[in-house]
């Protein structure tokens, strides 16, 4: 189970938008912020949006993130079929001494 | 440019102790604000955060095995260590680590911080 709440799964056709959530707390999203990895089949994660809505050079702004209280949502526009991959948001919780924790992952499929 | 290597045993009895190695370079664990971290996902599941360690050595670990894991730096050699004692089956899965970088600094500390780079990962498998 854990601790920030995401959909398993999620879908669209190519050129559509689709979002993605991720639901926390107070001592995790609600004060800190979020982080976005993608996870290509079969390969390493690799950081997608840093500090709630910062991309990284190379990143597409097809991709934007937001945050609002304790949750966050990542939007993908003008879908592709390369972007079929595992999405996961990931924040800092105050609590336990301060710690990472991660959503539980969702798979983008294009159909 | 930045890497990172893990490297270590891809089978370990249960009970045994995991001895893993992340091996840098494009970076150096003494620049103030950076840090490593662990993260392992079990086959098919999801992430799942280990530990972390700052350049100035503070270390931060998973509430649920905080009893089992240790995190060390070796800054001559560019290397972070993890182990992890008395394996499981569970425990079997890909293990990365990863470069962290602040989001925001001021002269005194920095925060929000993310993972910029990842290793490629290595598979460790837990059985007898």
């Known amino acids: 189970q854990s601790v920030l709440t995401q959909p398993p799964s999620a879908s669209g056709t190519p050129g559509q938008r689709v979002t993605i959530s991720c639901s926390g707390s107070s001592s995790n999203i609600g004060s800190n912020t979020v982080n976005w990895y993608q996870q290509l089949p079969g390969a390493a994660p690799r950081l997608l949006m840093y500090n709630n809505n910062y991309r990284p050079s190379g990143v597409p702004d097809r991709f934007s993130g937001s945050k609002s209280g304790t949750s966050a949502s990542l939007a993908i526009s003008g879908l592709q079929s390369e972007d079929e991959a595992d999405y996961y948001c990931a924040s800092w919780d105050d609590s336990l001494n301060g710690h990472v924790v991660f959503g539980g992952g969702t798979k983008l499929t294009v159909l | 440019q930045i890497t990172l290597k893990e490297s270590g045993p891809t089978l370990v009895k249960p009970t045994e102790t995991l001895t893993l190695t992340c091996t840098f370079s494009?970076?150096?664990?003494?620049?103030?604000?950076?840090?490593v971290a662990w993260i392992r996902q079990p086959p098919g599941k999801a992430l799942e955060w280990l530990a972390l360690?700052?350049?100035?050595?503070?270390?931060r670990y998973s509430p649920s095995l905080k009893s089992r894991l240790t995190i060390t730096k070796d800054t001559s050699k560019n290397q972070v260590v993890l182990t992890l004692t008395n394996m499981h089956p569970v425990d079997t899965g890909t293990y990365y680590c990863a470069h962290m970088s602040p989001a925001y600094c001021t002269p005194t500390n920095c925060s929000f911080y993310f993972f910029a780079y990842w290793g490629q990962g290595t598979l460790v498998t837990v059985s007898s």
């Open positions: 494009g970076f150096s664990l003494t620049t103030s604000g950076i840090g």
């Open positions: 360690i700052y350049w100035d050595d503070e270390q």
